[in-house]
Structure formats: structure tokens, C-alpha cells
């Protein structure tokens, strides 16, 4: 597949936004499906969103539903997620993933980003 990294992570207040990006390289970004995971200290890593190759359909979990979205520009081999209304909760490190080896749900992909660290105060 190539080369994911992620970048736009930083400090924000809660409430705030942000938008990650996810650039692949050196790979084939359209063929795949995308998905984002976080890992905050002490935690496992979790499944936040996937997007399907096309970028038409997108799956999401309970706790950012509403709040995140996952887009594509696969003329670019980009991904984003845009986060609004952040909460400390929502504090992280956050990952990118291509080719769900599963399930869109699932947290086996067979490329990953080195992570982006999302930190939310109060």
C-alpha cells in the first residue's frame, strides 16, 4: 500500500475543532478503504471511523457520531477527519489505517500512520 502520515493534531480547548489529515504515499490510496483509530494513555486503541473507497459511505463510533467526519479526496491520497465540538475525552493519539483486513469496524488494517497527538483541555 505505501507510506500513511498523519499531521493537524495540536492543544485545543473543549468545543474546539480541528481537522486531521492523512497523506498516503508511494501506494494506491483509491483502492482502499480508510479508517481512523485513537489510543489515549492507559487504553487499547479504538476504532473511531472508516470510509469506503469511494468516500460515499462512512461507519462511525457511538461516542464521536454527530460530532466526526471522515472524508476523502482520493485525487490527492488524502483522508481527513474533521472533529467539532471536542471534548477532554476526545483526548488521543490518533491514527490512521488503510485496507481493513476485517471488517470497516474491525482493528486489523494492514497500513498504519505513525499517530497524531489530539490533546483537549477543559
Known amino acids: 500500500q505505501g507510506h500513511l502520515v498523519e499531521s493537524g493534531g495540536g492543544l485545543v480547548q473543549a468545543g474546539d475543532s480541528l481537522r486531521l489529515s492523512c497523506v498516503a504515499s508511494?501506494?494506491?490510496?483509491?483502492?482502499?478503504?480508510g479508517g481512523w483509530f485513537r489510543q489515549a494513555p492507559g487504553k487499547e486503541r479504538e476504532f473511531v471511523g472508516s470510509v469506503s473507497t469511494s468516500g460515499t459511505s462512512t461507519w462511525y463510533a457511538d461516542s464521536v457520531k454527530g460530532r466526526f467526519t471522515i472524508s476523502r479526496d482520493n485525487a490527492k491520497n488524502i483522508m481527513y477527519l474533521l472533529m467539532n465540538n471536542l471534548k477532554p475525552t476526545d483526548t488521543a493519539v490518533y491514527y490512521c489505517?488503510?485496507?481493513?483486513?476485517?471488517?470497516?469496524?474491525?482493528?486489523?488494517?494492514?497500513?498504519w500512520g505513525q499517530g497524531t497527538q489530539v490533546t483537549v483541555s477543559s
Open positions: 489505517a488503510a485496507n481493513p483486513q476485517t471488517s470497516m469496524t474491525g482493528s486489523r488494517w494492514g497500513d
Open positions: 508511494g501506494g494506491t490510496f483509491s483502492w482502499y478503504p
